[in-house]
């Protein structure tokens, strides 16, 4: 199922994961990213059905992703109705220093909501496993400025309560309008299914 972290700010953002794991008796054929840079500034957050996910992301970015954002939206939808029966989605987009998202649910047919964040606030969307409820999540984010290692310290926790969550994390930053990438407990390299569209990379 996956656990999916963005901890938003009108010019700053973390946007992270637990990776599709193989390693020694895993089940999948992929170590892959559940958190898909598309661009140099728009990243993608799944949960659901890993391979589907993965073939519709493909076809989103087949075609040049469109620099308009309700556009971009309106594909990305067309894309996991044509791939994808369930999960949840989360598209972020960094626009001339300032952040919108929106989230698309795979149980109403990929339909989505869009957001622009008001420079006073801080928003948290989580894309939760079924067996883990919201309040778990949020004794871990009561400051503003340790965010990233917050998300990763909320998803290493509920890899111990979850059983479709692992403790391996990929994620990246948007700090002032640049993405960048980092990992915990997982090197870049170890992962078998990539989608990047940036370079900069840091591990926690």
């Known amino acids: 199922m996956s656990f999916v972290i963005s901890v938003l700010r009108s010019n700053y953002g973390i946007i992270a994961g637990d990776t599709q794991l193989n390693k020694d008796n ?15 500034n728009m990243v993608i957050g799944f949960t659901g059905l890993y391979l589907e996910a993965i073939a519709a992301i493909k076809e989103f970015t087949e075609k040049e992703v469109n620099s308009n954002f309700i556009i971009a939206v309106n594909d990305l939808k067309k894309s996991f109705q044509n791939n994808c029966p369930d999960g949840n989605a989360i598209i972020v987009k960094n626009q001339n220093g300032s952040i919108k998202y929106a989230v698309l649910d795979g149980k109403k047919n990929w339909n989505f909501s869009m957001f622009d964040i008001n420079s006073n ?3 948290i969307k989580l ?7 919201e309040d778990f999540c949020k004794p871990f984010f009561l400051s503003p400025f340790t965010i990233k290692k917050q998300a990763v310290d909320c998803i290493k926790a509920v890899s ?5 969550v692992n403790d391996m994390v990929y994620g990246v930053e948007i700090k002032n309008g ?4 980092f990992t915990d407990g997982i090197d870049i390299m170890d992962i078998d299914y990539k989608h990047n569209k940036i370079s900069d990379f840091s591990i926690i």
């Open 121 to 123: 606030n801080t928003e």
């Open 127 to 133: 894309l939760l496993p079924p067996d883990v409820k």
């Open 26 to 40: 895993e089940k999948f054929e992929l170590t892959g990213m559940k958190v898909v840079p598309v661009s140099d």
């Open 160 to 164: 111990k309560v979850s059983g479709s």
């Open 178 to 181: 640049v993405i960048y990438q």
